[in-house]
């Protein structure tokens, strides 16, 4: 049967982005008249019809994406990773005219309940949802509540739900075969929330590769992404009786502080310790030694999560999205042990 052309098909076929395609399709201010007519005239030959449930949506949309993030405000406020992640979402759906309602919460309840009010009142078309856990209820809930989702994590076994990820262990396992390459026997690592997914898929694939590669110890510490637990974490190993001799950690905040007690500790960076942190961002350029870490463009991560969604929204069907894997950028905070 033959597949039928959605609005990324017909933004190919013309050369330009999928919000100039939704824009002359919805016969929107924000293409010239030029581009309009060539638009509607490649829809026209390719046979294009919206969804039912485009439809529907167009008679009623709020033009609004609603982000519920279930974290410690305080917290959230000196993480890069989600001001990069928002900036990325925020190109996309302005490019639409699609507002962007932000909602900082406890838990997983009380995201649900914040979701199941905004639609409710329809203030929002669909939504996003991060750092899923690996029996997270906002799915489910999404679903029974016929909310349009995207999942930003690895896809889920028997869920229509689309989803945008990276593969978090390939990552993870570039990491340890460097610094097993180098001569590190002793490595640790510092690890995010427990009940993450993201956090179990990369230690899963932290202890294989120590298997692989025969470390002497391999220790994980799980933690909340904040500078003090990376900070206590980053002491409880180096004071211990056989220290490790590099640590990974799950993000640039937790690395910058366990640089910051090596230091106290009298330990030199990169001659007693090597690091790498989890995200790239200008804190690890900042710091001295500039920190080896597994990088990736978090706003392009954003941007395809964005797209994904506003594809979803206008007809297409559900698609999962595979972004780039994080690289290992090294800099100054990586040497073989002393």
Aim: aromatic residues 6%; contains cysteine.
């Amino acid at each position: 049967m033959t597949r039928r052309p959605t609005i990324n098909d017909i933004a190919e076929a013309a050369g330009v982005s999928i919000g100039a395609v939704s824009f002359a399709l919805n016969d929107r201010p924000g293409v010239s008249a030029r581009t309009r007519e060539r638009i509607l005239a490649i829809a026209a030959e390719m046979g294009w019809q919206p969804s039912a449930a485009a439809r529907g949506l167009s008679v009623s949309r709020a033009e609004a994406i609603g982000l519920v993030i279930a974290r410690d405000a305080a917290t959230l406020g000196v993480e890069p990773f989600y001001m990069k992640f928002i900036a990325g979402l925020e190109t996309e759906l302005s490019a639409t005219g699609t507002a962007l309602v932000l909602q900082v919460v406890a838990d997983h309840d009380r995201a649900v309940d914040a979701l199941r009010s905004l639609w409710a009142a329809r203030r929002i078309d669909a939504t996003i949802l991060t750092d899923l856990w690996a029996d997270d209820t906002r799915v489910a809930a999404v679903s029974s509540l016929g909310l349009p989702a995207v999942l930003v994590g690895h896809p889920r076994p028997g869920s229509s739900i689309p989803a945008v990820w990276s593969d978090d262990a390939a990552a993870l396992t570039e990491a340890l075969a460097y610094l097993a390459a180098i001569g590190h026997r002793r490595i640790a690592r510092v690890a995010g929330l427990a009940a993450l997914e993201h956090t179990r898929i990369r230690t899963l694939a932290f202890r294989a590769a120590a298997t692989r590669h025969g470390l002497e110890s391999a220790e994980v510490v799980d933690t909340d992404y904040t500078w003090e637990a990376g900070a206590w974490a980053t002491e409880q190993l180096l004071t211990s009786s056989r220290p490790p001799t590099a640590i990974t950690y799950d993000n640039d905040i937790m690395a910058t502080a366990g640089l910051h007690v090596a230091r106290k500790l009298g330990l030199d960076v990169p001659g007693r310790l090597s690091i790498i942190a989890g995200d790239d961002s200008q804190l690890c350029e900042m710091a001295y030694p500039a920190l080896s870490a597994l990088a990736r463009d978090v706003h392009a991560y954003g941007a395809n999560a964005a797209r994904t969604l506003l594809s979803h929204l206008d007809g297409a069907p559900p698609t999962d999205f595979q972004d780039a894997t994080p690289r290992l950028l090294l800099r100054d905070s990586c040497s073989p042990p002393a």
